[in-house]
């Protein structure tokens, strides 16, 4: 389960799992990680020096790019979590940092998947339908949204408060819709304190559980889902459709620098480009 105590490699460990990621690599990539800590204790303060020390002292090439897949790997995600602000290394001459595709879901896709969480026969239906609107309709990261406790909502204001990174308190917004359905779950399931969504002993709901929801949904109905599309599906649509400034995105999403809020800007200019190349008629070319 997740605690915000736990060791930055263990909550690295739990995103590459809600991601896919095979326990066998995650362990992997997590011993790795380990190692090059040991050539400086705060990973956050590692220089490409160091990787470079690191990566000297493995004798085959594939040996080499695994290690260099965990390390990028690594600090991409702690880039987007606001644990550090550049990799120590970005792009490495050998292998080149591949460009992560950033999927995001359309509307028919979010109408399909929530299809397919409302029709299920489980226990917990409502509870895995209601997290997943709600990290849809926030942009909220696993890890702050699972963590949401009734204390934590304003109804009146129609928002809730959030612990980002490093504890740091933060007030966003909800739509009109999502407050609705929280607000419907929470009084038929009596909450009116703690966790929202709750597992065992009415703690918060794992990682693990998310991640075999997530898993199921993406099986059955053939499209993308982890938390991470969820963000982005978010971003993007409140940028495209919605009209929303950046500066605005940047606080729901909890971005510390507003460069990491414009990838999704970026992004729209690059769909924009590609519609107006398929769909210029003949006639104007």
């Known amino acids: 389960?997740?605690?915000?105590?736990?060791?930055?490699?263990?909550?690295?460990?739990?995103?590459?799992?809600?991601?896919?990621?095979?326990?066998?690599?995650?362990?992997?990539?997590?011993?790795?990680?380990?190692?090059?800590?040991?050539?400086?204790?705060?990973?956050?303060?590692?220089?490409?020096?160091?990787?470079?020390?690191?990566?000297?002292?493995?004798?085959?090439?594939?040996?080499?790019?695994?290690?260099?897949?965990?390390?990028?790997?690594?600090?991409?995600?702690?880039?987007?979590?606001?644990?550090v602000r550049h990799h120590p290394w970005p792009v490495w001459r050998s292998r080149p940092a591949?460009?992560?595709?950033?999927?995001?879901?359309?509307?028919?896709?979010?109408?399909?998947?929530?299809?397919?969480?409302q029709k299920r026969e489980v226990r917990h239906r409502e509870r895995d339908y209601i997290l997943f609107r709600f990290m849809l309709g926030t942009g909220l990261r696993v890890s702050e949204a699972n963590s949401t406790?009734?204390?934590?909502?304003?109804?009146?204001?129609?928002?809730?408060?959030?612990?980002r990174k490093g504890g740091?308190?933060?007030?966003?917004?909800?739509?009109?819709?999502?407050?609705?359905?929280?607000k419907e779950y929470c009084q038929k399931k009596g909450i009116t304190e703690g966790f929202l969504f709750r597992g065992r002993d009415d703690y918060k709901v794992s990682y693990r559980t998310i991640n075999r929801v997530f898993k199921q949904a993406e099986i059955e109905t053939g499209i993308e889902i982890t938390p991470h599309v969820l963000r982005h599906t978010y971003a993007i649509h409140c940028l495209n459709e919605g009209g929303m400034s950046l500066p605005a995105l940047q606080q729901q999403l909890g971005h510390e620098d507003i460069s990491t809020t414009m990838i999704y800007a970026k992004i729209l200019d690059e769909n924009q480009k590609a519609e107006v190349q398929e769909k210029t008629p003949g006639v104007l070319l």
């Open 1 to 83: 389960m997740f605690n915000k105590n736990l060791p930055v490699l263990e909550r690295w460990a739990n995103f590459l799992l809600l991601e896919g990621k095979k326990e066998g690599t995650i362990k992997n990539y997590v011993n790795i990680l380990n190692c090059l800590k040991k050539q400086k204790s705060n990973l956050f303060k590692i220089t490409k020096e160091d990787i470079m020390e690191h990566l000297s002292t493995k004798n085959s090439p594939n040996t080499v790019r695994t290690n260099y897949a965990a390390i990028a790997a690594f600090y991409n995600w702690a880039m987007e979590e606001g644990y």
């Open 98 to 117: 591949a460009k992560r595709k950033t999927t995001y879901l359309t509307e028919e896709a979010i109408e399909t998947i929530s299809a397919w969480f």
């Open 149 to 163: 406790r009734y204390e934590n909502i304003n109804w009146n204001k129609s928002g809730v408060w959030v612990t």
């Open 168 to 182: 740091k308190r933060q007030f966003i917004y909800i739509v009109s819709k999502t407050r609705e359905l929280l």
